[in-house]
Every structure is written in C-alpha cells, then in structure tokens.
C-alpha cells in the first residue's frame, strides 16, 4: 500500500497553504511566467494557462495521491490572492524525508511569505507526519533561495557540482539553458526550535506554526 498525505490546508497569522483549484489558473500562470520562475525552476517556458491548469488540476493532486509528495496553493488569509507554491517531492517513506521547492509571485516578494509558508510545512512535516528531515537545494547564483534556506535555519551540507540546469538570457534576448552547482541543505526537527525563537517577533512567523487542519 502507497503511503499518503492526508488532504489538508495550513493555516498561518497571514497564509492560508491549500489544495490548487481551478479559480487559481490564472494566477498560477502569471506567476510561473516571471522571469525568475523561468530562471530557477524547470517550469515549461513559455507557461500557458494550459500548463497552469494541467498543474494545478492533474498534476498537483497525483503527487499526493501517488504518494511522491504533496503541493500547496499559497494564499494570503485575508484577500485569498495566489501567493505561491510549496511543493514537498522526492518523498522517502522509509527514512522519513523529503525535499521542499517553493515559488514566490513576484508582488508577493519581500515580504517573507517564502520563508513563513515553507516554515509551516517544516512544522506540519516534523511535528504531525513525524518527518525527520526537510531538505532544499538551491542553484549556486539563486542568492535569494539561499537566503530562503538559511532564514529557516537550514543547514548548508555541501555542493553537488554541476547538478542543475536553469536558464539564462542571451544578447538577443532569448532563454539559453545554463549548468550550475546546486547548494545542498537541510532542516530536522531539532533546528525549528531554535528557529522559533529567532523568529517569535517578526511579521508573520508568530503564526506560522499555528494550526493544520
């Protein structure tokens, strides 16, 4: 029998992490066309409503149903406007881990919803799933991811060399793929502790540990 998550929203003081539904599509695609999505994912390029929809409807919810992670709609609590996406995949059942990928829109930047909202399924992962390790991998030149991962408390475990492929803009303009080294860290259940602590009194992380559903 295939292990699963169960179903479920994440709440927070200010983000509401969900299952994707069709009202989102539009908002998915716009956001998945910024110039740094397209950057430092793997997201088809150009990203049409088609490819919102095919993610949000089909894809998303196989990835819990098939038990190889599960994908969060990020929302802000009070407008529901499309924040982004936390993705938990590559799922080991047997040691308990997994690794988080995370899309922030691009209005939405600078407000530390990425870390909030990663920082939540940390604490849902580890303390409800029993989890016992998150990992991130960052692209060496993804300086903002970087500071993602080390804002949570993760711990930089070393360099997979030439690991990645993202892409990058030519003279004329267009997209070419570029390799990269990608930065391993990770989280365990013992570093949310003393992230709490760093945190306690900053926007949004108060609650960013509150409640699951």
């Known amino acids: 029998m295939t292990s699963t998550f169960p179903d479920i929203s994440i ?23 910024d110039e740094l999505v397209t950057a430092w994912t793997s997201a088809p390029h150009p990203y049409t409503t088609a490819d919102a929809r095919d993610w949000a409807l089909r894809q998303a919810p196989a990835e ?39 899309v922030v829109a691009p209005w939405a930047r600078g407000e530390g919803y990425a870390c909030e909202s990663v920082l939540a399924v940390a604490e849902w992962l580890f303390r409800d799933q029993r989890f016992e390790r998150l990992e991130l991998r960052t692209a060496a030149d993804n300086t903002a991811s970087q500071q993602v991962a080390q804002k949570i408390g993760c711990i930089s475990e070393g ?5 990645w492929i993202g892409r990058g803009r030519t003279a004329d303009g267009s997209w070419t793929e570029t390799r990269s080294d990608l930065i391993v860290w990770s989280l365990l259940p013992e570093d949310l502790d003393e992230v709490r602590e760093q945190h306690a009194s900053g926007p949004g992380y108060a609650g960013a540990f509150r409640d699951w559903r």
């Open 159 to 163: 360099v997979l060399r030439n690991a």
């Open 11 to 33: 709440s927070t003081d200010r983000l509401v992490l969900r299952p994707f539904d069709a009202q989102d599509v539009p908002a998915l695609a716009e956001m998945m066309s």
């Open 64 to 102: 819990r149903t098939q038990g190889r992670g599960i994908v969060f709609a990020v929302t802000e609590f009070l407008t529901q406007r499309l924040v982004g996406c936390v993705h938990l995949h590559h799922t080991d059942w047997r040691t308990l881990s997994a690794e988080v990928g995370y």
